[in-house]
């Protein structure tokens, strides 16, 4: 019995400590899939993914194992496919299986290849529209001697919420996409507006020959700041994964090379960034408890009465990766409560209370209305986890002798009903008044 105790105790403190080392809000373990004669070319990104907390695995995209799902359950926390050029990414890495990771809240990055790959139909899975095969992101600006498809881009502050630090140019070389109208999309790197999508021929920079691309095929020129090179996804779960228009990105070979003269790109911590969006670093909040009760009681109400005047908070946390831990965050400046049945009968702010972190509070009163109600808070916004809370709660009409003996505002109706009553008694005491009176007359003048 002690030794079992003994033994418990133990994987707890270690747990603990795994806990406290981990960067990522959903564990640390990470497999990647790269080609083994390609692995040297992201060192930099490898090296940089150590260096937070994570644990690496690599996997040949044609081996066998490890496993990414096992008995229903990933085997991983997270998960980087780097092989764009492989045509076969193994048995248990199909379109299917990916999305079956998101739903059990595995997180993934998605290197996008330019040729026709089982990846571009996982793309479309996500609302993401691929151009044609063979179709990089070319741009003749500003004038350089690199490739046009090797292209400087400008990330300007606060252009995307999943990126949280200054970044300097990054170079790219790769795929648009455009964007479905889906609301779970986070634009995180946009194309240059003077860029577009078109053949690998059409590099010249002939307007003849870009103009031709356009009739031709009836697919159009996608072109502009519309389309997106870097690409991530929040699942209703809380799950992300990132789809990157090219494995360049990553590489040792533009993480060092200059933008300007004496200038370092910033695909180093642009990289950085995207893995820690990713991986549920950054932007990541819970709800840990709500409460209601009414006004002047501390105790929560099975049941609530009509116009009952309701207190409901609740308390919510942010991941810190720094720490490793979760803390009480009272930043949300746009957080609303509904009262709802089928509809909402009271939308209402749910602001944050001074001195009290973590806590958001708001009062109302019931609705005139009996029924079932719900307390639902429904927080989404781009980039953030979503919070989603729901409370049922019935509300009922007052017992026989919860009313009021007088209502103030049917005095008109007491009024009629008193001043009738007055007038009847006056009425019949005047009219049996007078029959009295003529019955005295009649017997006086019987006996006259």
């Known amino acids: 019995m002690f030794s079992i105790r003994r033994w418990c105790l133990l994987a707890l403190s270690v747990a603990s400590l795994l806990c406290a080392d981990a960067k ?100 479309a899975e996500f609302s993401l529209i691929l151009p044609p095969p063979n179709t990089p992101l070319i741009s003749y600006f500003p004038k350089r001697d690199t490739p046009s498809t090797l292209i400087p881009i400008k990330i300007e502050d606060h252009s995307s ?9 990054v170079w790219f070389s790769g795929i648009p996409a455009s964007l479905g109208s889906n609301p779970l ?59 990157v228009g090219g494995a360049e990105i990553f590489s040792d070979e533009l993480a060092q090379k200059e933008t300007e ?41 099975e049941q609530y009465t009509n116009n009952d005047q309701v207190v409901f908070s609740t308390y919510i946390s942010k991941w810190n990766p720094t720490k490793g831990k979760w803390e009480p965050y009272s930043g949300l400046k746009d957080l609303q409560l509904e009262f709802t049945m089928l509809d909402p009968f009271i939308r209402t702010s749910l602001p944050p209370v001074r001195g009290a972190p973590g806590k958001y509070s708001t009062s109302f009163r019931a609705p005139d209305r009996h029924g079932v109600f719900k307390f639902v808070v429904d927080y989404k916004r781009k980039g953030w986890t979503s919070l989603e809370s729901s409370t049922t709660v019935p509300v009922v009409p007052p017992r026989h002798d919860g009313y009021p003996r007088f209502l103030s505002a ?39």
């Open 261 to 301: 003269r004496h200038r370092q790109s910033g695909n180093a911590a642009f990289s950085r960034e995207v893995a820690a969006w990713t991986f549920q670093e950054n932007l990541v909040l819970r709800i840990d408890k709500v409460e209601h009760h009414p006004v002047n009681a501390t105790e929560p109400n």
């Open 24 to 123: 990522s809000s959903t564990g640390d373990s990470v497999l990647v899939v790269v080609d083994p004669k390609n692995q040297d070319q992201y060192s930099t990104f490898f090296e940089g993914l150590k260096d937070g907390g994570y644990d690496l695995t690599f996997r040949s995209p044609k081996a066998e194992g490890p496993v990414v799902i096992e008995d229903d359950a990933p085997n991983f926390a997270h998960v980087i496919l780097l092989a764009p050029e492989a045509r076969n990414l193994g048995k248990d890495i199909t379109p299917q299986s990916i999305v079956q990771l998101l739903s059990r809240k595995t997180n993934v990055i998605v290197a996008l290849p330019t040729k026709q790959s089982p990846l571009h139909s996982l793309a």
């Open 185 to 243: 999309l986070v634009p995180i790197l946009r194309a240059p507006s003077e860029s577009f999508a078109s053949e690998t021929t059409v590099t010249s920079g002939s307007a003849d020959a870009v103009a031709d691309s356009v009739e031709r095929g009836g697919e159009g020129l996608w072109a502009g700041s519309s389309l997106s090179l870097v690409t991530g996804f929040q699942a209703t779960n809380g799950a992300r994964i990132t789809f």
């Open 410 to 448: 049917a005095w008109p109706y007491y009024t009629g009903a008193i001043s009738t009553s007055v007038a009847f008694f006056l009425f019949s005491t005047i009219w049996l008044a007078g029959e009295v009176n003529e019955r005295k007359r009649s017997k006086g003048s019987k006996a006259e």
């Open 161 to 169: 919420p999943a990126l949280t630090k200054h970044i300097e140019p």
